[in-house]
């Protein structure tokens, strides 16, 4: 029942990540850096310790009691992985959405799956032996994850053959406007740096993982006998996301500065209301993905089926996103069978790490 419940949790924090973008399409006459830190402020800065604060007790004292060691790694994950998200907005620019996507996500599934196993095989940590690349390798549940690995990067593959047949079917001057910006070397190269920073998310889960042990400890203390603490890693969170806020607000800055857009957030020629509102409905929205990650990860374990999972749903929610708003309208049939093609198999890898990570270890 554990392992249903994480597939449930990370499928609503998928299609949370999936979904978010969609109230700043509602944002009227604001430029992207500042609709994007206004949305900013509420998903890495506000949101994450009201979450804390309403999940776990006294979580401001278990911050207190960490290692300033300990804390430093956790937040200088943060602080790459902003980078990579930054990035993710070019790979986007040169490749496309779907092309865009896949690439940056399928990077980012393979290395926050897999490098974590790697690194537990080098550097033993207790509690991990199970968890280690060499143990998976040797035993069934463990096999079967890593082959679930492969096939989400083989679907990722295939979703992007749809992204390059989308782009080849658009007709008249859609297709002009989207080759114009279109670089595959260039596209390809900052995706692939975006997908790997991207990953440093699920290290900072892993570096920050003290801070929920002492929550579960905690909670465990209270509650003997109930299992692992489902909001543990919130209090992980508020420090990773302290990261990314640095990396986001310092470049939005520079290009509310560089574009002359620091009006944007008192201009009373815009519906500033309804602005912040859907800004901080965004904003809200993106920080329930990890909410809900965290409470799937406390069910399955963080190792390569939790991460992967995620990432699947993200993907497969966005490329149900792009159906519902007919994004893809007038391609051909060759490409619509080769996006449900790469769907399936998306769903397919999901059903495999599911079954690897319920087998005995």
Request: aromatic share 14%.
């Amino acid at each position: 029942m554990g392992i249903i419940l994480g597939v449930i949790f990370h499928f609503i924090g998928g299609f949370a990540s999936g979904s978010f973008y969609m109230p700043y399409k509602k944002v009227k006459g604001w430029s992207w850096e500042s609709f994007w830190i206004v949305g900013g402020l509420f998903s890495w800065l506000i949101v994450p310790p009201l979450a804390a604060w309403l999940t776990i007790p006294h979580f401001a004292d278990i911050i207190r009691a960490t290692s300033s060691q300990i804390l430093g790694t956790t937040f200088l994950m943060g602080l790459l992985w902003g980078v990579g998200g930054l990035m993710y907005g070019l790979g986007v620019r040169y490749l496309g959405m779907s092309l865009g996507n896949s690439v940056i996500l399928g990077f980012c599934s393979a290395f926050g799956a897999l490098i974590p196993a790697i690194y537990y095989n080098y550097v033993p940590t207790p509690g991990k032996e199970s968890e280690t690349i060499a143990y998976m390798f040797h035993n069934t549940g463990g096999q079967l994850v890593l082959l679930g690995v492969f096939v989400c990067i083989l679907g990722i593959a295939i979703c992007g053959r749809a992204g390059l047949l989308k782009e080849k079917d658009l007709p008249g001057e859609k297709k002009k406007e989207a080759i114009k910006e279109f670089n595959l070397t260039k596209g390809l190269i900052i995706a692939t740096v975006s997908g790997i920073l991207s990953a440093f998310f699920n290290f900072g889960i892993e570096a920050g993982k003290p801070m929920a042990n002492l929550a579960n400890a905690n909670w465990q203390a209270l509650h003997p006998g109930q299992g692992n603490f489902l909001f543990q890693n919130n209090v992980i969170f508020v420090v990773i996301l302290w990261g990314g806020l640095t990396t986001n607000f310092i470049w939005c800055m520079i290009l509310n500065a560089r574009n002359k857009t620091f009006g944007d957030y008192t201009a009373k020629s815009t519906p500033l209301f309804s602005n912040y509102l859907f800004c901080a409905l965004a904003g809200t929205t993106w920080f329930l993905q990890f909410f809900f990650y965290g409470m799937g990860e406390s069910k399955m374990g963080n190792g390569a089926s939790s991460w992967i999972l995620h990432m699947s749903f993200i993907i497969l929610v966005a490329n149900m996103w792009g159906i519902a708003l007919k994004e893809w309208k007038g391609v051909s049939s060759k490409t619509k069978r080769t996006i449900i093609l790469g769907i399936l198999t998306i769903i397919g890898s999901v059903l495999i790490v599911g079954y690897g990570n319920s087998l005995p270890k």
